[in-house]
């Protein structure tokens, strides 16, 4: 987070964020395998991918640029809106399962021709385990599949771990932005 001056004169928090595009058409390949499975969209797992958005963004500065995922009810009614949404792409929306329960979620929404991934997230507990990857294999392989071959999304600039993992998964930085606090998407 890096601060600038409001239009009243007081810091006002901002965030550094990135617009990123994969530009690669190959499909990659899903990372997580034993015992994590992936589940396709459907409307019955709303509240599941609800939970796990909350459980995922618990720890992340992210909550102050979008409330919304700071509680359950609110990252309920995000996942209502992007499902009913006419722009929603079901088939890049999965939901990362677990023995013991969903470790991790990501949405899919379209402008034209462009996926625009949203809320990717995956349980603290279960970072670094190839979740992550898994969850945008699924995602770009979903957009391909609905015929939307070029994919965005942006991320926290401070955020090194996801920004590595969309790196590693042929993301590239194509804008710098910088957005207040308390700013809700959808």
């Not at 987070?1 to 690669?24: K, V």
């Not at 409307?43 to 995922?56: F, G, K, V, Y």
């Not at 379209?110 to 670094?128: F, L």
Request: proline share 8%.
């Amino acid at each position: 987070m890096e601060t600038i001056i409001g239009l009243g004169g007081g810091p006002w928090p901002t965030f550094r964020r990135y617009q990123m595009e994969r530009l690669s058409e190959k499909l990659p390949e899903p990372a997580a395998g034993g015992s994590i499975t992936m589940l396709p969209y459907e409307p019955s797992l709303l509240q599941d991918h609800a939970e796990t958005l909350a459980h995922a963004f618990s720890d992340s500065d992210d909550r102050m640029l979008f409330p919304i995922l700071a509680s359950r009810e609110g990252c309920m009614e995000l996942m209502r809106e992007i499902a009913r949404r006419w722009d929603f792409v079901p088939g890049a929306t999965w939901l990362a399962m677990s023995p013991i329960g969903p470790v991790g979620t990501i949405q899919g929404l379209r402008t034209g021709p462009v996926g625009m991934i949203q809320n990717v997230g995956v349980v603290p507990q279960n970072r670094g385990n190839g979740i992550g990857k898994s969850l945008l294999a699924s995602a770009i392989t979903g957009y391909a599949l609905a015929g939307i071959p070029k994919v965005q999304l942006e991320v926290s600039a401070n955020n090194e771990g996801a920004v590595r993992l969309y790196r590693n998964m042929g993301f590239r930085q194509t804008n710098e932005l910088f957005k207040p606090a308390a700013t809700i998407l959808v």
